[in-house]
């Protein structure tokens, strides 16, 4: 259209003709080149991202199934319908029989064991092992819950709406809190006197009862993969709190995606992505991140409840050296570096960001003297301060002797482990 525009006198265009040729002129200049591009792809029109749903077979034509004769696919013989297992209750009497009226039934107060199943699994994430020690198996070769009443009580108080705050006894929030209200869960669980006890154990109680079943005293169970990670980027300030997004390539060592299928490049993440958290880590089911792996985070080629705990060398061996723990040792160097106030103050407070609790005169004392034989060390030149400390340090030595103090700290049993 704008080309017969091109043969029409110019007394003769209209005003919206005279504009449509002069944003074609415009569009086409060289000079615009760029801008050209980028309101040509603003004028696309917008293409919405889909995704696959189930949905259900109307009524009209449904599926038979059958029960097969000793498992024989070819030997179909008693139709059956769709039901729950009679140990577990019945199925709503009002309730469609298929997904929707399952959907309902699994949240019906008259099935008790979602909300115990979901309680039972928050429990876990606080004290290390749930009330039922098999998270994953509630059947006949799962454990007994070592409080059963407990266990009944919170499933039925999880499932009850409160007309008041988020506890009893609380005035924090006066909003009222409906049914399976996980923050009001958390909440109830951080505040009660069994979670708030001490987790140092007497020789008595370690004898009776090593595997603290009875709950005598607090939870002390070693951090999983990611809270690791994420509460060393926090505590040194590296941490991201940008939300949403694509997912995210941390630093890890060469090598680590060589076992992928098609060896995919493995590019690090640089700025802020660098340092976003954990969950934003793009997993390769074939190839694991590696830190992750390191602390039993599964590889996701199977799904699993609860994940099992070991304590290896190699884990010493990534809180001193691998990237993630350095570049938030560097960080922490150069801050405590570029402050003026006395090298026990400082101490203290890298002890507090890091363990989160203050340090004994002891502790302040040893500490003291590891950071002073440090800084000796990289001032005769026996260890390379630039290499440590990074290039951000305005004076390498101070910074190395900070940032070495703080890889020693990362390696401390307490700075993995809930206490």
């Not at 694509?246 to 890890?252: E, N, S, T």
């Not at 400082?346 to 203050?358: A, G, M």
Request: aromatic content about 8%; hydrophobic content about 40%.
């Amino acid at each position: 259209e704008t080309s017969r525009l091109l043969l029409v006198a110019d007394a003769d265009l209209s005003t919206e003709q005279r504009q449509q040729l002069r944003e074609h002129f415009l569009l086409s200049a060289p000079e615009l080149a760029a801008a050209a591009k980028e309101i040509r792809a603003l004028s696309q029109p917008l293409i919405h991202s889909t995704t696959l749903v189930l949905r259900e077979r109307p009524p009209e034509n449904p599926r038979p199934t059958f029960l097969h004769n000793r498992g024989e696919f070819l030997q179909p013989k008693e139709r059956v319908e769709p039901g729950i297992i009679a140990a577990l209750g019945a199925f709503p009497a009002d309730a469609p029989r298929n997904r929707l009226g399952f959907a309902r039934w699994l949240v019906s107060p008259e099935n008790p064991l979602t909300a115990r199943v979901a309680v039972n699994r928050e429990w876990a994430a606080f004290f290390g092992h749930g009330l039922v020690r098999t998270a994953g198996d509630f059947g006949f070769q799962g454990e007994q819950p070592t409080h059963p009443e407990l266990l009944d009580w919170l499933a039925m108080d999880f499932m009850r709406p409160h007309p008041g705050g988020a506890t009893q006894h609380s005035t924090l929030n006066s909003q009222p809190s409906p049914g399976w209200s996980v923050k009001r869960l958390h909440k109830q669980i951080v505040m009660s006197a069994t979670y708030r006890q001490s987790a140092r154990v007497t020789p008595d109680l370690l004898a009776r009862d090593p595997a603290n079943k009875r709950l005598a005293r607090g939870p002390r169970f070693r951090l999983e993969a990611e809270m690791i990670r994420d509460g060393t980027l926090r505590a040194s300030g590296l941490l991201s709190e940008k939300m949403g997004g694509p997912g995210v390539r941390p630093p890890q060592p060469d090598g680590v995606m060589e076992a992928a299928y098609g060896k995919p490049k493995w590019d690090a993440s640089t700025g802020e992505d660098r340092y976003r958290r954990s969950l934003y880590t793009f997993q390769k089911r074939t190839a694991p991140f590696a830190l992750f792996n390191n602390f039993d985070a599964p590889t996701g080629e199977a799904c699993i409840a609860q994940r099992e705990v070991s304590n290896t060398p190699l884990q010493a061996l990534a809180l001193m050296n691998d990237q993630v723990f350095l570049e938030a040792a560097r960080a922490l160097g150069v801050m405590l570096a570029g402050q003026g106030e006395p090298v026990e103050a400082r101490v203290r407070l890298l002890f507090r960001r890091l363990l989160t609790r203050p340090s004994t005169d002891d502790e302040l004392t040893r500490l003291t003297k590891f950071f002073h034989t440090q800084r000796a060390r990289f001032d005769r030149g026996e260890l390379d301060a630039k290499a440590l400390a990074g290039p951000a340090a305005a004076d390498p030595n101070e910074a190395a002797a900070w940032t070495a103090l703080a890889r020693a700290l990362f390696n401390l049993d307490e700075a993995i482990t809930r206490s």
